[in-house]
């Protein structure tokens, strides 16, 4: 992620459980609108932001004592850049999952509970890195504005 920016960076760190990552989404999501992110980009950045860290909560720290999730975000003019970082399991083959949307069922009842994250994630921003190094996950986020 590009370091020149003329604003402040925002950090927030918090426990990786349910209840913590909602707290910690809900203030990032004020943080960011109080210090200028643009109106129509913060449903979109608030839902990728609450994929990626559910995905943490979730996925990383399944059957692991769950650690911290530390969350790195810089706005700029032009950008948001969010790095989302942890110690739990790495991403399965080091590498971002495709995106591809969750077959459907044929009826309500057959539909996938789950398989749709990345998808919205892809969806939503413009530039998706990750890096595993010092045992430790980082999810880059890049929006344009």
Known sequence: MNRKCDKKCLELSFPAVEAEASKGI???SARLTQNGLPEH???DVKIALAEAINNVVEHAYSGIASANVQVNCRLCKERLEIVISDSGAPLPGLRI????????GSSIQNLPEGGFGWFLIHQLTSEIRYERYDGNNHLCL???L
């Open 41 to 43: 980009k913060t449903d």
């Open 142 to 144: 890049r929006f344009d």
């Open 97 to 104: 999952p495709d995106g591809k949307p969750a077959q459907l």
């Open 26 to 28: 809900a203030t990032l």
